[in-house]
């Protein structure tokens, strides 16, 4: 299933709300991020307390279930899309210097490994293996990634608009995907995720808010959805 139309429509919304890649190692720390350091709106996922944890799924001690082809098509997709968020997080902290894109993209990179998992207990085909930050297989993933990197440069704001949009769509395909699935390590690791995107949410727009007096307006989920998240 194809969602690169949902996101493409993203950054359209956003280019008219806001009216390169790098180089190195991508291997990364694979644990979760405490807040630490920095001026309170930045500590961490932006100073907000308690958020940037979820539970990393043990999914080789579940058991073993046959995957549908629409399971199979989710873990790939899901992984390249966790890499895409990883590797703009990591373009947009040496952009701008804001410790919430570094410490997202740590939490992107464990979940890029939750991913992972699911394809080696299943030995499928990792999509992304041996690419580096800003390499992608899909053509679509790797035109979209260079444009959400463009849109993100033009200052802070619009970089943390561009976070924004993505874990928007992150949460709004992991609900898909999970309509589709029965397997139990499948709806564990993706449970997982959506915890996680919703942090991340919440983390980029009151940073949006507290630091830069902007209120961020959803772009893919409903305004119902997207305040029952961020709790306003």
């Known amino acids: 299933m194809k969602k690169l139309g949902i996101l493409v429509a993203g950054l359209l919304l956003l280019a008219v ?3 390169g890649c790098i180089t190195g190692d991508s291997t990364m720390e694979t644990t979760t991020v405490s807040p630490s350091g920095g001026p309170p709106e930045d500590r961490g996922y932006g100073g907000i307390p308690g958020e940037g944890y979820s539970e990393v799924p043990n999914v ?8 549908s082809q629409d399971e199979i098509d989710a873990i790939l997709y899901m992984r390249e899309e966790e890499k895409l968020a990883r590797d703009v997080y990591l373009v947009l902290y040496n952009k ?9 993209a740590k939490s992107e990179q ?9 394809i080696e207990k299943y030995n499928l085909t990792d999509p992304v293996e041996g690419m580096g930050v800003g390499e992608f297989k899909s053509t679509e993933m790797q035109n979209l990634y260079e444009e959400l990197v463009s849109k993100g440069s ?3 704001v619009e970089a943390l608009k561009v976070g924004a949009l993505i874990e928007e769509i992150d949460i709004k395909d992991l609900e898909e995907w999970l309509k ?9 690791v993706f ?18 808010e507290n630091r830069y007096d902007v209120t961020y ?3 893919v989920l409903s305004q119902e959805e997207y305040l029952s998240i961020v709790g306003r």
């Open 217 to 219: 307006s959803p772009q």
């Open 180 to 188: 589709r699935t029965d397997n139990e390590d499948v709806k564990a």
């Open 154 to 156: 033009v200052n802070e």
């Open 17 to 19: 709300l806001g009216a």
């Open 60 to 67: 080789s001690a579940m058991p073993y279930q046959e995957l």
């Open 96 to 104: 701008t210097g804001l410790p919430v894109f570094q410490n997202i």
């Open 110 to 118: 464990t979940h890029m490994d939750m991913v992972l998992s699911l």
């Open 191 to 208: 449970e997982s995720l959506m915890a996680g995107s919703e942090n991340h949410l919440r983390a980029f727009t009151r940073l949006l």
